[in-house]
């Protein structure tokens, strides 16, 4: 079932239009999120974080991540006010990005993540289905893979590591954070000028009703096999994600001996992994399916920690690893959101968004961070590569249940 269609009166200058901003918006977002990761080294140096710590500071935004986008997706489904969640929730994770750097204590900066998170939440949600109103059937998937993979992985992912580190070289961890507020501001308004104005409530109404009930519609979704195994696989392939966004940096530190400038630059190879993968592998999904990309991709994905594992302290060989074995990623725009915005009735498509996300988030930034991060602290660092080996075998084997969705497979 094919939640969204575009506009009739979408011309293709305004969804190409939408596409770029909403890319960069994505990216700022995931830039401001993962800034903490690359600033670590500076960070738990300065402020004498243990691992454990880390993987905390991982769960604080996540968790907050994974109330507010199930929450926020609901409310833009009830609403139809999709500009102005956007507009607010930009506004509000600049200020929350840049507060971390006023944190003197660790529990000022847990809270000041917690408060990102909580901003964060619904804007890939919303982004997305904005996305999938003005894409083509054909181009959907490769729509929302560039938006949401391009701005995370092109800014956030190539661009990030290296600034961000360059500027804690020159100017400290904390005036980078305090910096990090200006490029989201500069979004905001770009938002409220090129974005059209909210499509009234009543006028989605010919859609389909939206249960009035969220527990209601929590059922709904849960009753639907698509939407378990979306969630199950973002699940895995989040935690595989967010422990290596959160050990990585501190693994090739102290483990492999690396300087932290030099960190950034082997990490940046994980943004230029996602751009190929999250252009790529969408597009292959809406020629060949959905299905078969899903669980090549997450078969894939144990690739880049058994490298990690293995490979000499090499910085070509150590990135190189991470360029290839980071292309898998590109499968996130499907279980976060074409699979599910395909799978479910037009009214609930951004809450269903929000639940993957939301779940995701739960499992792979809230639960697992912290207990990877006690285990490294007994076991090494290296033990959290072995738990990412686990978790890509598990995603893939999870996909096999997946029916599917491509409108190349379905003629819809």
Request: charged share 10%; net charge neutral; proline share 5%.
């Amino acid at each position: 079932m094919t939640a969204t269609a575009p506009s009739t009166n979408v011309s293709r200058r305004y969804e190409i239009g939408v596409l770029l901003l909403l890319t960069l918006v994505n990216g700022v977002v995931a830039f401001d999120r993962l800034t903490v990761a690359y600033l670590s080294p500076y960070i738990v140096t300065d402020m004498g974080l243990s691992n454990a710590q880390l993987g905390l500071l991982a769960g604080a935004l996540s968790g907050a991540i994974a109330l507010s986008s199930f929450l926020g997706g609901r409310l833009a489904d009830k609403t139809g006010h999709r500009k102005l969640i956007l507009v607010i929730c930009t506004l509000l994770f600049s200020l929350g990005s840049g507060a971390g750097g006023l944190a003197m204590t660790f529990t000022v900066l847990f809270a000041a993540r917690f408060a990102l998170g909580v901003a964060e939440g619904p804007m890939v949600p919303v982004s997305q289905i904005v996305i999938a109103d003005t894409a083509a059937p054909e181009r959907r998937g490769i729509s929302m893979g560039f938006m949401q993979m391009v701005g995370a992985f092109g800014i956030a992912g190539f661009l990030g590591p290296i600034v961000a580190t360059q500027l804690a070289d020159v100017y400290g961890w904390r005036t980078t954070l305090l910096l990090s507020i200006l490029p989201g501001l500069l979004l905001m308004i770009l938002l409220m000028v090129f974005l059209k104005p909210d499509t009234k409530p009543e006028a989605q109404s010919h859609v389909s009703e939206p249960s009035s009930n969220t527990w209601q519609a929590l059922r709904e979704l849960l009753s639907i096999g698509n939407m378990r195994v979306s969630l199950a696989v973002a699940a895995m392939i989040t935690a595989w994600l967010v422990l290596q966004n959160t050990f990585l940096a501190v693994y090739l530190t102290q483990d492999m001996g690396l300087s932290a400038t030099m960190t950034g630059k082997v990490i940046s190879m994980g943004g230029v992994a996602g751009i190929i993968g999250g252009i790529g592998l969408p597009y292959l999904s809406d020629r060949i399916g959905r299905r078969p990309v899903m669980i090549g991709a997450s078969l894939a994905a144990a690739i880049c920690p058994i490298a990690l594992l293995t490979l000499p302290a090499d910085p070509v060989l150590l990135g190189g690893a991470i360029l290839l074995g980071w292309l898998p990623l590109g499968i996130a725009p499907l279980y976060c959101a074409t699979v599910p915005s395909e799978s479910v009735s037009p009214a609930l498509a951004t809450t269903a968004i929000g639940l993957a996300m939301g779940t995701a988030e739960l499992f792979g930034g809230v639960v697992v961070p912290p207990i990877a991060g006690l285990i490294a602290d007994t076991m090494g660092l290296s033990a959290v590569f072995y738990i990412c080996i686990a978790f890509a075998i598990i995603a893939a084997v999870i996909a096999t249940r997946l029916v599917e969705t491509a409108p190349c497979k379905t003629n819809t």
